[in-house]
């Protein structure tokens, strides 16, 4: 029986297909955990340009976890984002109406802004509208006999009509409400026709296990499609919660993950929402969290597993026969022994992004997805971001340019026009300082430095003559944070923050 959500329409500017407004919504990521001097939480913003891939250290409102989603305009400007307590504009502060999300969950953790479930959140842009999007969610809670009940999908919608940085005009509307799901699992893709969305969603009852497929249009949200499915061991309570969904660029194939029984395939109809033509994949290993994500061209996908990474070939009859380890877990670099592969998400610069399932701050890169074995380049540790991520924090976003004629823009390869390695071993003394400061790279070499404030303006450029050591006159600027970068002339950066003070 089909079941619907009326949703109260606003004043429609102008029809639009997503597939084309929408193709830079996924340019800005977020991260961020609790600061130890400052109010708040510090954390790192990840942009995409057409002419490169940047990081800035950003300070914002509250932490950020592993429910986490965000969303750009089509000029891939950020307008909004969430950590699944609240939802926050573009200053990262609380959007207008933009508390109280999930309420009534007594395990959230919403005073240190980390409430639980990687893919219990995600954005998207309303059909037909281009001032409203609809956020969809999960609520948690926990029975007297400590059990956790998840419920099925939320939905609040976001809308920039009156309000310039935009307001939450509902949230925390009950979709399903006769229906608990499980933690996770929960992705997007465009309908065939370009403007309406498919969220697919996993739920366990007594003794069936079900897809579901509810159909996001213009003014209802509906459950379509509740198909039984095989492997029901893949929805344990425990291995959804360390599992991962994803869709292929392409929108034909849903892929996912479980660290407890291996991977699984169906073939998808962007037409009706059907999943069909079943394909397991056992992986022997024993692991706590695993991740999944497919190659740009939908020909290959990625598991990672703790300290292990697979590549799959899709075009394989016998998904065993294309089954490759590419790399394992490199625990001799500095503080290895504190990381491991997590969740991967697609760039929008045609490179698959993986954190990590433990507090680090860096993330490891697959640069050619596209090819297969080990020539798609997996590098670990690769971008250093500029503040520690919360364990397993990554936006959870749909394919935006499916419809496209690319799905992503591999010419995104640069900061200021130079292709980038993020490296370590930059050293910044004395920190905090009072003004003069020594920055320290274990090599000689050319390049410019830059001094960027909270708000990632730059406002210091100095040429990095040849040689390995430079100091820097902060005295001129404010007490604060701020982030210090070296790129070299041959393409390398290095990363450090500073607190100047008084």
Excluded at 20 to 30: C, F, N, R, V
Excluded at 276 to 290: D, K, M, P, Q, V
Excluded at 360 to 374: A, R
Excluded at 388 to 412: A, K, M, W, Y
Aim: glycine share 8%.
């Amino acid at each position: 029986m089909l079941k619907t959500l009326s949703i109260s329409s606003v004043l429609l500017i102008c029809c639009y297909l997503h597939s084309a407004a929408q193709s830079k919504g996924d340019y800005q990521w977020i991260f961020g955990s609790n600061a130890l001097f400052l109010e708040g939480s510090e954390g790192s913003l990840v942009t995409f340009t057409d002419s490169g891939l940047d990081t800035a250290y950003v300070q914002l409102a509250a932490s950020i976890g592993s429910n986490n989603a965000s969303i750009c305009d089509e000029n891939g400007r950020l307008l909004f984002y969430t950590n699944g307590c609240a939802v926050f504009d573009s200053t990262f502060q609380v959007m207008e109406n933009g508390d109280g999300i999930n309420v009534g969950g007594v395990i959230g953790q919403c005073h240190i802004g980390n409430y639980p479930g990687l893919q219990n959140s995600i954005i998207l842009p309303a059909p037909n509208s281009n001032s409203k999007y609809y956020y969809l969610h999960k609520i948690w809670t926990l029975t007297d006999d400590f059990k956790v009940i998840i419920s099925g999908l939320m939905m609040s919608s976001i809308s920039f009509e009156l309000v310039e940085l935009g307001e939450v005009i509902q949230k925390n509307i009950e979709i399903d409400p006769d229906r608990s799901t499980l933690s996770g699992l929960a992705e997007a893709i465009l309908h065939q026709n370009g403007n309406d969305w498919w969220v697919i969603d996993f739920t366990k009852g007594p003794v069936e296990e079900y897809y579901l497929a509810y159909l996001v249009e213009k003014d209802t949200i509906t459950l379509q499609q509740e198909i039984e499915i095989q492997n029901f061991e893949s929805l344990d309570d425990w291995c959804s919660s360390t599992s991962q969904s994803c869709f292929s660029p392409d929108g034909t194939k849903l892929a996912k993950m479980c660290p407890l029984t291996g991977f699984d395939l169906w073939d998808f109809d962007r037409s009706n929402g059907m999943i069909s033509n079943y394909r397991h994949l056992s992986i022997e290993a024993e692991y706590h969290t695993c991740g999944v994500g497919i190659s740009p061209n939908s020909r290959f996908a990625y598991l990672s597993c703790a300290d292990s990474l697979w590549q799959v070939d899709l075009w394989e009859e016998d998904l065993s026969a294309g089954l490759e380890l590419i790399d394992t877990l490199d625990t001799t670099a500095e503080l290895g022994t504190a990381t491991n592969f997590g969740y991967q998400q697609l760039g929008p610069d045609c490179k698959i992004y993986m954190n990590t399932i433990r507090q680090y701050d860096w993330l490891h890169v697959i640069n050619n997805p596209d090819e297969k074995g080990k020539a798609c380049d997996f590098r670990q540790h690769s971008i250093k971001l500029p503040h520690l991520n919360q364990p397993g924090s990554f936006p959870n976003f749909p394919h935006f340019r499916i419809d496209e004629d690319q799905v992503c823009d591999p010419t995104i390869t640069s900061v200021f026009g130079v292709p980038i390695e993020t490296v370590q071993g930059m050293e910044v003394f004395p920190n905090p300082t009072s003004g003069l400061v020594t920055v320290e790279l274990p090599e000689t070499l050319s390049g410019i430095l830059s001094v960027k404030d909270l708000s990632s303006q730059v406002v210091l450029t100095l040429d990095w003559e040849y040689g390995d050591e430079m100091q820097v006159d902060l005295s001129g600027f404010n007490a604060g944070m701020y982030l210090l970068e070296v790129y070299s002339d041959d393409g390398r950066r290095w990363v450090e923050r500073v607190v100047l003070v008084d």
